[in-house]
């Protein structure tokens, strides 16, 4: 059984640019969820999505987006990037009827 | 508005002993809480559970324990081992939504 896998471990983008991050969910898991977790903070909820809805979102504007995929893989996409922007992204899956979600290992993502 | 609040940021316990780390949260509608553990450069890692039904569970050296009318939580680890250095995080969901609530997290460090 594969855990979750997170593309790219590390990036480094332009204020102004747009990102794509990119999730693979464990084996059996429908539900993802992306979080941002910025430096000393813990992680903060951006959106889930369940069988390719989004099934929720946080507080976050919408040039955050995102997308999931048939085989439950999903996308993260920020537009205009800021330098607040920088963060480790975590994508989290989890399985129906279970409640525990499973973190890949994230995406470290620096504005300059 | 942090709804989940641990509010030490660092704990350092002797090889052996116990170590409690706590969290406290502001919303009742709250029915499910977790813990994670993060190493640096990986994701959190799911260690243990509990519902708002129950005020212990108990894992091995691990045991969470609720106090729904303090709004509580504590997490014990017993005997603590140097491989228990990590950020520990707490996080709550109200079951409905199955996005979680992060904690800013705590620093444990275990000395040998």
């Known amino acids: 059984e594969t855990g979750v896998t997170q593309s790219p471990t590390h990036l480094i983008k332009t204020r102004g640019q747009q990102v794509t991050l990119r999730c693979s969910s464990q084996?059996?898991?429908?539900?993802v969820s992306w979080y941002q977790q910025a430096l000393g903070q813990g992680p903060q909820f951006i959106f889930q999505?369940?069988?390719?809805?989004?099934?929720g979102r946080g507080n976050f504007p919408p040039r955050f987006s995102g997308l999931q995929f048939p085989n439950y893989s999903s996308e993260l996409n920020v537009n205009a990037l800021e330098l607040d922007d920088s963060a480790l992204y975590l994508c989290?899956?989890?399985?129906?009827?279970?409640?525990?979600?499973?973190f890949g290992q994230g995406t470290r993502l620096t504005v300059v | 508005d942090q709804q989940v609040k641990q509010n030490s940021p660092s704990l350092s316990v002797q090889e052996g002993r116990i170590s409690i780390l706590n969290c406290d949260y502001t919303?009742?509608?709250?029915?499910?809480f977790l813990w994670y553990k993060k190493y640096p450069a990986e994701g959190p890692t799911f260690l243990i559970s509990?519902?708002?039904?129950?005020d212990k569970n108990e894992d091995g050296r691990f045991t969470v324990f609720l106090n729904k009318s303090a709004k509580h939580l504590s997490l014990h680890i017993v005997p603590s081992q140097p491989g228990d250095s990590a950020v520990y995080f707490c996080?709550?969901?109200?079951?409905?939504?199955?996005?979680?609530?992060f904690g800013t997290g705590t620093r444990l460090k275990v000395l040998a």
């Open positions: 989290a899956s989890s399985s129906p009827g279970n409640t525990e979600a499973f």
């Open positions: 084996s059996g898991h429908n539900t």
């Open positions: 919303n009742s509608m709250f029915d499910y």
């Open positions: 999505y369940y069988r390719e809805e989004e099934n």
């Open positions: 996080a709550a969901s109200d079951s409905g939504t199955y996005k979680y609530i």
């Open positions: 509990i519902s708002s039904i129950k």
